[in-house]
């Protein structure tokens, strides 16, 4: 089955700063991956999402990235705010799956 | 607007009980989802269900049972409660995923559920 893993488990920056967040996969025909943030106390919500004919996405401040050789994808937050502080969660969903498989989550702060 | 309800938010089993968890949707989505979280291990999928009466085991169903009668219910089954599976439970739905689509899951507020 497919296996997410998550780079860094904390991260801390400066208000404004950048924040980038990494994510590997293991099943080279998955085609779906989304990030979720998770505030404290409060359910999981998505945030952005890319399939897998993408190589990039932007939502604002928000943007993720995927390189489908080397199986990664990465969330980038520009101009960091104290509101972004926050557990975040990648996820990939293999070709002909009905689940995702979920990473471990790095937590974020920033930091006033 | 989308609403994933749980039955609790707190709950607290001795070692050996049956535990019951119910999940209610009110967005007639097809798939619904059971998660655990625990901190440093992300979501772990317990099990799923694409339709009323179907179900699919994730990757930490060992203890655990499900029952989809309804298609907006979905039910977790401890069926001897132990003290390794105190953790937050996470309910999910989504809308069925096609060919190359991806749907976004909604989730529930969660039951922090102890065994002692």
């Known amino acids: 089955g497919e296996n997410v893993e998550q780079h860094p488990s904390t991260l801390s920056v400066q208000e404004g700063d950048s924040a980038v967040i990494k994510c590997t996969y293991s099943?080279?025909?998955?085609?779906?991956f989304p990030w979720y943030k998770q505030e404290l106390g409060k359910r999981p919500q998505l945030i952005i999402d890319i399939r897998s004919n993408v190589g990039e996405k932007k939502d604002q401040r928000i943007a993720v990235t995927l390189n489908k050789t080397a199986k990664h994808f990465s969330l980038h937050i520009t101009e960091t705010q104290p509101e972004d502080s926050a557990v975040y969660f990648c996820a990939a969903r293999g070709r002909g799956r009905r689940a995702l498989t979920f990473g471990s989550g790095t937590r974020l702060q920033v930091q006033p | 607007d989308v609403k994933v309800t749980q039955s609790s938010r707190y709950l607290v089993k001795r070692t050996g009980e049956k535990v019951f968890l119910e999940c209610v949707q009110d967005?007639?989505?097809?798939?619904m989802f059971w998660y655990r979280q625990d901190p440093g291990l992300g979501l772990r999928l317990i099990y799923f269900s694409y339709d009323v009466k179907m179900k699919e085991k994730g990757d930490i169903p060992e203890g655990y049972s499900v029952s989809r009668e309804k298609k907006e219910r979905f039910s977790l089954i401890l069926e001897s409660a132990s003290t390794n599976q105190t953790s937050m439970y996470l309910c999910?739905?989504?809308?069925?995923?096609?060919?190359?689509?991806?749907?976004?899951?909604?989730f529930g507020p969660g039951t922090r559920l102890t065994v002692t």
């Open positions: 099943d080279s025909a998955s085609n779906y």
């Open positions: 967005m007639d989505h097809e798939n």
């Open positions: 999910a739905s989504s809308s069925p995923i096609e060919a190359g689509q991806g749907h976004e899951q909604y």
